[in-house]
């Protein structure tokens, strides 16, 4: 039997230089540019529905896991960003997660958004009653 040991093969420095030359940075800020800074219907951890969610435009975004996924002829990118708001009262900067998944010509294909949606700094839109509030 064949031993096939994977660890040093070229297809993982391949998949590393690609990885390493996309700019995420700039596709994270252009998602956010794209969408005004606002997640829209979205449901929260406590299946609390929010119509908006304003983001601060102050947020700065932090790759923290990149993969590359392939099922068939269907071949993606996905990136992991941790969302924070730099303001100096608050402990914690985190405010969420953004994941961002693109084909394989760097086209966007979705998105998925974990946010604290309890968050003081968000304005938010709850549910259809058309009031916004701060939490």
């Known amino acids: 039997m064949t031993k096939l040991e994977l660890k040093n093969h070229q297809v993982w420095q391949d998949l590393t230089e690609i990885l390493e030359n996309i700019d995420a940075n700039k596709l994270v800020t252009e998602h956010l540019e794209l969408c005004d800074y ?3 219907g979205y449901w929260d951890e406590d299946d609390e529905f929010h119509e908006e969610i304003l983001l601060p435009r102050s947020l ?6 990149s993969s590359i996924g392939v099922t068939g002829k269907k071949r993606w990118i996905q990136m992991k ?4 708001a730099n303001q100096i009262k608050f402990a914690d900067q985190k405010i969420g997660e953004l994941l961002l998944i ?3 010509n760097l086209e966007f294909i979705d ?3 974990q946010i604290k949606a309890s968050d003081p700094r968000l304005i938010q839109e709850v549910g259809d009653l058309g009031n916004f509030s701060i939490h």
């Open 38 to 40: 606002k997640v829209c």
């Open 60 to 65: 700065s975004a932090k790759l923290i896991s």
């Open 81 to 84: 960003f941790v969302l924070e």
């Open 102 to 104: 693109y084909d394989e």
């Open 111 to 113: 998105e998925n958004w």
